[in-house]
């Protein structure tokens, strides 16, 4: 037996699963943001990509990279 699945469906689901993905990534920054401004410099790096690619942040490539920078200065594992 097959089901089909309507176009109104797949939009609707698309926007859910979109909606739900923002959330989560606002939430995610949130917490990462409260490691990153202890001094935590993967969480830093982390923030960095956070307003890099603008998940839970407005994306800002200046604070992007003045996010990587507190990471390379604190000793990152992820800048190189």
Same mark, same amino acid.
């Given at each position: 037996?097959v089901i089909? %699945?309507?176009?109104?469906?797949? !939009? #609707?689901?698309f926007s *859910?699963r979109t909606n739900f993905?923002?959330?989560m #990534?606002?939430?995610?920054c949130?917490? %990462?943001?409260a490691a990153?401004?202890?001094g935590?410099?993967d969480?830093?790096?982390d923030v960095? %990509?956070? *307003? ?13 990279v003045s996010?990587?920078?507190r990471?390379?200065e604190g000793?990152? !594992?992820f %800048?190189y």
């Open positions: 037996r089909r %699945v309507d176009g109104q469906f797949n !939009t #609707a689901l *859910y993905c923002k959330k #990534a606002k939430i995610r949130d917490s %990462v943001l990153a401004k202890l935590d410099s969480a830093q790096f960095g %990509v956070c *307003y890099a690619l603008g998940h839970g942040v407005a994306k800002d490539a200046k604070q992007a996010w990587f920078r990471a390379a000793g990152s !594992t %800048v």
